[in-house]
C-alpha cells in the first residue's frame, strides 16, 4: 500500500511538472485553451482523472481538497475549515458563469446545478452580480457589463482578474479609478476578463490587510465565509468557513488564516458569505446546510484537457 501511494505521489508530481511543456508544445498538445465567450464551457473531466474524493488530477489541473476543524475565538462553537488548491495550465480555465448565462434577469440558480452545466472540477459563488443592478463594476468573461461604483454608500474594493490570470486589487475604488487602472493595464498589454465587487480584500501584495473595521460587511461577525487567493501565476486557493448562527470567523480571522495556511499568497479576496457561501466540488456542494439559497453567478476552475 505505501508503495502504491508513493507510485500515485511520483506519478502526479510528474505531470503537474510536465504542464508548462504540454501547453507550450506546437504539435501534439493535449491542452487547449478554452474560449472567452461565457456559453464555452471546461471540457469534461477524465474518470480517472479522479484519484480520490479529495484530489483530481489530468494534463490541465490539479486540485486537492483538504479539511481541519477550528474554535476561532469569536465563534460560539468549533467550525469546519476547508481549502482547496488549484493548479491550471492556462489562465482560460479560471472562468465565470451567471445562471441561465445570462444578464438580463434576476433569475438564480443553485451552485450545483450551475457548476455541472459548465464542467467545473472546482466552482465557489462570485458577488451577487443580479441581486441588483445598481451596485458595482462588472466584467465577466471580457464582456463589460455595469460600472455603478460611485453610487454606493461605501466605497469598495475592486478584484480584477486579467488574461494572464493573475490578481490585482483597486481599494476603495471610484468610477474614476478603475478607468484609470484599465488604462495602466491595457497600456502594459493586460486586459480585464473578470471583476468581482465585493471584498474587502484581505491581502494585498502578499500582506495582510487590516478588515476589522471595515463597515460594509459586518466584518467583527462571527459567520460563514468565503474567499479566493492567488498563490503564484496559475496557482490559486479557495477557503471556506463553515458557519451561522455565531459561528464561523471574522473578517480579520480569515485573513489571517489565509496567511497561516499560505505565507506565500499574493491576494485573497472576500466574497459573499452566510448562505451564498458555496463551494463545489466535482459537481457537489462539500458544505451543505439548510440555510444555503440559490445565487447568480460563479467562479469556476475547468479542465482544458483534449483527447
Same mark, same amino acid.
Given at each position: 500500500m505505501k508503495n502504491? #501511494?508513493?507510485?500515485?505521489?511520483?506519478?502526479?508530481?510528474?505531470?503537474?511538472l510536465?504542464?508548462?511543456?504540454?501547453?507550450?508544445?506546437?504539435?501534439?498538445?493535449? %491542452?487547449?485553451?478554452?474560449?472567452m465567450?461565457m456559453?464555452?464551457?471546461? #471540457?469534461?473531466?477524465?474518470?480517472?482523472?479522479?484519484?480520490?474524493?479529495?484530489? @483530481?488530477?489530468?494534463?490541465s489541473?490539479?486540485? &486537492? /481538497?483538504?479539511t481541519? *476543524? =477550528?474554535?476561532?475565538?469569536?465563534?460560539?462553537?468549533?467550525?469546519t475549515?476547508?481549502?482547496?488548491?488549484?493548479?491550471? +495550465?492556462? *489562465?482560460?480555465?479560471?472562468?465565470?458563469?451567471?445562471?441561465?448565462?445570462?444578464y438580463?434577469?434576476?433569475t438564480? +440558480?443553485?451552485?450545483?446545478?450551475m $457548476?455541472k452545466?459548465?464542467?467545473? /472540477? %472546482?466552482?465557489?459563488? $462570485?458577488?451577487?452580480?443580479?441581486?441588483? @443592478?445598481?451596485?458595482?463594476?462588472?466584467?465577466?468573461?471580457?464582456?463589460?457589463?455595469?460600472? !455603478?461604483?460611485d453610487?454606493?454608500?461605501?466605497? =469598495?474594493?475592486?478584484?480584477?482578474?486579467?488574461?494572464?490570470?493573475?490578481f490585482?486589487? /483597486?481599494p476603495?475604488?471610484?468610477? $474614476?479609478?478603475?478607468?484609470? @487602472?484599465?488604462?495602466?493595464?491595457e497600456?502594459?498589454? =493586460?486586459?480585464?476578463?473578470?471583476?468581482?465587487?465585493?471584498?474587502? $480584500?484581505l491581502?494585498?501584495d502578499?500582506?495582510?490587510?487590516?478588515?476589522?473595521?471595515?463597515?460594509?460587511?459586518?466584518?467583527?461577525?462571527? &459567520?460563514?465565509?468565503i474567499?479566493?487567493?492567488?498563490?503564484?501565476?496559475?496557482?490559486? +486557493?479557495?477557503?471556506?468557513?463553515?458557519?451561522?448562527?455565531?459561528v464561523?470567523?471574522?473578517?480579520?480571522?480569515?485573513a489571517r488564516?489565509? !496567511?497561516?495556511l499560505?505565507?506565500?499568497?499574493?491576494?485573497?479576496?472576500?466574497?459573499?458569505?452566510?448562505?451564498?457561501?458555496?463551494?463545489?466540488?466535482?459537481?457537489?456542494?462539500?458544505? *451543505?446546510?439548510?440555510?444555503?439559497?440559490a445565487?447568480?453567478?460563479?467562479?469556476?476552475? +475547468?479542465?482544458?484537457?483534449?483527447?
Amino acid at each position: 500500500m505505501k508503495n502504491a #501511494n508513493r507510485i500515485r505521489w511520483i506519478l502526479a508530481v510528474l505531470m503537474l511538472l510536465a504542464l508548462p511543456l504540454i501547453i507550450s508544445s506546437p504539435a501534439g498538445a493535449e %491542452v487547449r485553451p478554452l474560449g472567452m465567450d461565457m456559453t464555452v464551457h471546461g #471540457n469534461e473531466m477524465k474518470p480517472e482523472g479522479w484519484l480520490s474524493k479529495e484530489e @483530481y488530477l489530468d494534463e490541465s489541473i490539479h486540485i &486537492t /481538497v483538504n479539511t481541519k *476543524p =477550528r474554535k476561532p475565538k469569536s465563534s460560539a462553537d468549533r467550525t469546519t475549515c476547508r481549502w482547496v488548491i488549484i493548479e491550471i +495550465a492556462d *489562465p482560460s480555465q479560471l472562468r465565470t458563469t451567471m445562471s441561465n448565462e445570462t444578464y438580463g434577469d434576476q433569475t438564480l +440558480a443553485r451552485s450545483v446545478a450551475m $457548476a455541472k452545466s459548465v464542467n467545473a /472540477v %472546482v466552482a465557489m459563488n $462570485a458577488d451577487f452580480i443580479k441581486y441588483t @443592478y445598481d451596485f458595482g463594476y462588472i466584467i465577466r468573461q471580457g464582456v463589460f457589463y455595469r460600472d !455603478m461604483l460611485d453610487s454606493q454608500k461605501y466605497p =469598495r474594493d475592486v478584484l480584477v482578474i486579467d488574461n494572464n490570470g493573475d490578481f490585482s486589487v /483597486v481599494p476603495k475604488a471610484s468610477s $474614476a479609478d478603475m478607468a484609470a @487602472y484599465l488604462a495602466e493595464m491595457e497600456s502594459e498589454g =493586460r486586459t480585464a476578463v473578470n471583476t468581482f465587487t465585493f471584498g474587502p $480584500a484581505l491581502v494585498i501584495d502578499g500582506e495582510m490587510q487590516e478588515v476589522s473595521k471595515n463597515p460594509e460587511h459586518e466584518a467583527i461577525l462571527a &459567520t460563514q465565509r468565503i474567499c479566493i487567493c492567488q498563490l503564484d501565476h496559475l496557482k490559486y +486557493a479557495i477557503v471556506e468557513i463553515d458557519g451561522g448562527n455565531g459561528v464561523g470567523m471574522n473578517l480579520q480571522e480569515l485573513a489571517r488564516y489565509v !496567511m497561516e495556511l499560505f505565507p506565500e499568497c499574493k491576494y485573497a479576496y472576500n466574497l459573499d458569505g452566510g448562505g451564498s457561501a458555496h463551494l463545489v466540488v466535482n459537481g457537489k456542494l462539500i458544505h *451543505p446546510t439548510a440555510n444555503s439559497r440559490a445565487i447568480s453567478d460563479l467562479i469556476y476552475f +475547468a479542465s482544458a484537457a483534449g483527447e
